[in-house]
């Protein structure tokens, strides 16, 4: 029964999001709709039973799916499959059969229908050797699971596949499509760091391939997932590239989903003028393209400055306006919009109205947590208003439990492991864009001398000496050219790195100067507190409190030293590898020694860094997974080559070449950033041997 009551959720909430999206993303508004399908209508009474009216029905199907009707969406798609069928067009029939899966994605109201319909398309792929349909067919089965909880598990999958066939393609348009998806996926369940680096995958395919369409959906959305860790300034500067797109498109649905969304971000930083006059603006826009599904959200959000400005009555009316809108829009039956339902419990809240905050907390919560993935943000919030309610009504036990849930919700959203993921993502989007366009001038200089050559042997062949100088003096000039992009090239790697060293040394002290100062100080306090009058289980729990403290503290401390060691920069490679072993040593059960009598002389700082973290990466493998009692390191050195091993007498492992881990794939990426490689030798019983060569 609970699990008929969440798929009914997903299936509604699905249709909701995926419609919202779809209309925010694809910018069409329904005017210029109405006139779309107005001019497919007149073409449709002029053409034959042929495979141009099989193009025209599916045109159809697509524009009133765009506009919002469903019934009608369907009706036409069916006629386009049935024509082709009859015509044995199975291109048509494919592509119609498609579309028909991909509106039953919103509806989940016939989901075995859709499934019946993708076996027939397998069938027709096969025939055509269209690996495109079939990976399309993946894309599609993908967002029919979404709402089903028990196949969850099958949708990355599915994905992958999809995303394999596109890459042997060489569609970088339907990439940036898988990415964008699985992008979605993993903002839903809170996981933000990975959300940003697959938009940012996406966004690099798309930009690559000039996909507009591509980007009208990923720009807003990564901008999103930044406003959501707080990274304001990062998030406007991708609403303002956004829109651009929109403006490009004449988009306007767009332009209000971005106004609501910079509206979103001057709540949070207190500026409610500016919130409530760019959701004013949002407001007209969506009134004049009569756009149902995004102007409720517009009132909710108006409801929630409003909240924030301790103006109840205002943020009573519009959030009620909203909720009004949204139900006669979508007609969800009981189903909560949370932005609604956490309005509505604030401003009950802030009236001391506590039993109508707990039921409107309570079942929004129930609808978040039942979600898949939850909800988190939401739950967040609802724990928050249940705890307060508690509180205030002298249920002290209930207030603590919610409390707790909202820490652990809170803290599961935002930490500083996913800044610094998301952070170091969209630097390295950054780079590998500028070494694209580095290459690309190289690249393009390249063909316009090549293209000079071939002019000049063409019109002056009787003149093969003086060409010849010409083409001498011409490559010499090229070659001039080459090295000093490739040393501007390597100006900017130098630079992206000192600014990541500065950024390092800043964040460790932030942690070791500022936050470890200010746990200690906590820790002092609570130390000097007069527990005598605590019972046992009070005294426990102060303890663990104590520990918790103590244990936070060292871990800030280590994270702040790993980050920048000051003997990697004072003292160099070596001295901060001895350091280091000097340490682990102190573990009976676990030897480490160094070698670093080859090292003759100090490597270039960059170079330091990156085998620092490396040899952590692998120390980290050999205390986890080897089960040894001695770890040889050696760093050896010539002309040409700094060459470093990590050995260990453990239990060995078979190779997988595509097993790799993340700890694993961390370490090819930096020894690929020295030009190096990297040697694995293993087998069972026989220990671990990692060989890694650099240049000097």
Known sequence: MLQSHVLRIRSLLNRIVRKSALLILLGVCLQVQGQKIDSLQKQLARTRLDTNRVHTLYELSYAYWLGGDDSLAIFYGI??????????FLQGEGKARLRLVRIEADRLVDV??????????????????????????????????????????ETMPLLDKANAIFIDLNDKPWQGTVFNEKAQIFARS?????????????RQLQEEANDLAGLRSTLPNLGVVYSALGLYTEALKIFDEAAIVAKKRNDKLLEAFLLNQRADIFEK??????????????????????????LPKVYARMGKVYIKRKDYENALKFTQLGDKLYRDAV??????????????GKIYLAKKQYNRVLSYAAKGLAFAEESDPPLLAEAAEYHWLLAQSYEATNRTD????????????????????????????????????QRQQTKLSLQTLKNDKLTQARNFLVGLSALAILLAGIIFWSNRKLTAKNHELTVKNREIEEALFKGQSIERKRVASELHDNLNTKLAALRWRMEAWDVSDYNEEDRKFYAGLIQMLEDVYSDVRQISHNLLPTELQTQ???SALQTLTDKLNFNPHMQFSLDKSGLKKRPDSKIEFELYHVVLELINNSIKHSQADQVVLSLTQNARKILLSVSDNGVGF???????????????????????????????????????????
């Open 190 to 202: 809170g996981q933000f760091s990975k959300s940003v680096e697959l938009y940012l995958k996406a």
């Open 572 to 574: 160099g490679l070596a």
């Open 654 to 696: 078979t190779i997988d070449p595509q097993a790799n881990g993340i700890g694993m794939r961390n370490i090819l990426a930096r020894v690929d950033t020295l030009e190096g490689t990297c040697r694995i030798e293993s087998s069972p019983g026989h220990g671990t041997r990692v060989e890694i060569e650099v240049p000097a």
């Open 331 to 344: 007609d969800l039956g009981d189903f909560v919009d949370h932005m609604v339902q956490l309005n509505y």
């Open 112 to 153: 075995q229908g859709a499934f019946a319909q993708l076996d027939t398309v397998r069938l027709i792929s096969i025939k055509l050797k269209d690996r495109h349909m079939e990976a399309e067919s993946y894309i599609r089965k993908a967002q029919l699971l979404e709402g089903n909880l028990t196949r969850q598990k």
């Open 269 to 294: 930083e207190g500026k409610y003028s500016a919130a409530l006059t760019a959701l004013s603006e949002a407001e007209t826009i969506n009134k004049a393209i009569h756009a149902v599904y995004s």
């Open 398 to 433: 209930k207030a603590l439990f919610h409390y707790k849930k909202f820490k652990m919700a809170s803290d599961s959203l935002l930490n500083k492991e996913s800044l610094q993921k998301a952070t170091a993502s969209a630097m390295n989007y950054e780079f590998d864009k």
């Open 79 to 88: 006629q386009s499959a049935q024509l082709a069928k009859r015509l044995g």
